[in-house]
DNA sequence: GCCTCTAGCTAATCGCATTAGCTGCACTGG
DNA sequence: CCAGTGCAGCTAATGCGATTAGCTAGAGGC
């Protein structure tokens, strides 16, 4: 049997890729050694306990949806910038949903925490995407606060079943970003009416 | 000593105010406990199991929302409907966020579980909210989506913390449901233009 | 070839949920 | 008013999962 050579950073990947599957809750440093073929308090050599395990599971989550959210609205701009981050998020969502619990769960530590900057990363992508409608400066943060809001509360919603009617998820998805990029348009255009 | 006469329903209810002061990860059995003044075991004279207690709580989450709600939105409607209604859950959710993150937590254990009907109360409130706006049939299920995912979106990112910026977080709430019921009023002329 | 360093192991501890079995009090029927 | 019954609460015990202590062997450096 091959040697893995385990490291902090194996061990947190695996154990995310625990979380995706039996979820987040039912993380268990038991079962994260089974998959790994180690006793339990091997892990302890790697990890300093589960609740660290989990925040470096947030880390690594935050990480990767801030990095593919830039991949997607890369070269991007506006209706279509917007369009594709928020796809790209609730596609990361769908398909990670153990590492959002996670990364939703955790609270930094510190300043020095990776997980402010990891965040900050994907705090960065949705100003971006907002930049392009040109919004008043005092408007802003109200509504990157909104656009946030929507999309985490759509995708949590839909990772807990949420959606019972047999109504297509995909669909309304589509109709909600169109809806707030139609709206954050036509914040633009009423604005500078005014202004003009 | 007062005999304070313990039922499954005021096990509950102090359930429900611990784990809005701790937070419903937290909640225990043993802390429960205390609080009512008897030793642990002896809770399970009124409630099966922490799983049991926890969904109780979630089904008394879920009745008090719906009252609010539907009281909040008595005798209004179209965007005052609308603003009564999300401002009144957005406070629900900051005055008892453990309750909240019961209900959240919660999955119906069957077809005669409370917790459904009590669901759907809910969402019948959200829905007469929409009724005003005059949607379009096929587009009604992709707007109630779309204001549960803002509302629930956002209570839960300020129940988490999650809006670090010294923005007054009431302003960016007010702004959120303008925007919403701005969008939604302008659904109406433009409903058809969807394929853009 | 020897030494050290450490990943992994076994054994033990701890906290918390849950179960088993006992007991006294409160309310019922007579 | 009294015996009988039911149940809330108690103590003691079990079990599981996280964590700690202390041991061991194999890999890489000298």
């Known amino acids: 049997m091959p040697k893995a ?110 997980f402010v900057p990891a965040s900050e990363r994907v705090l960065a992508s949705w100003a971006a995407m907002l930049s392009g409608y040109g919004l008043d400066p005092g408007q802003e943060i109200h509504a990157m606060r909104t656009l946030r809001s929507v999309v985490h509360g759509f995708a949590t919603l839909e990772a807990a079943g949420g959606f019972q009617i047999d109504a297509s998820v995909d669909e309304s998805f589509t109709w909600l970003v169109n809806f707030i990029d139609q709206g954050l348009r036509a914040g633009v255009t009423s604005a500078s009416a005014v202004a003009r």
């Open 5 to 114: 050579r385990l490291t902090p950073a194996s061990v947190t990947e695996a154990a995310a890729a625990l979380v995706d599957e039996v979820g987040f809750d039912n993380l268990s440093m038991g079962l994260l050694a089974e998959r790994l073929g180690i006793k339990t308090p091997s892990l302890y050599k790697h990890v300093a306990s589960q609740a660290d395990l989990a925040h470096r599971i947030a880390i690594l989550a935050m990480a990767e949806a801030g990095d593919t959210i830039r991949d997607a609205i890369q070269g991007r701009s506006g209706s279509d910038a917007l369009a594709a981050g928020a796809q790209a998020m609730r596609t990361y969502v769908r398909e990670h949903p153990g590492r959002y619990a996670a990364a939703n769960a955790a609270r930094p530590t510190g300043t020095d925490d990776p």
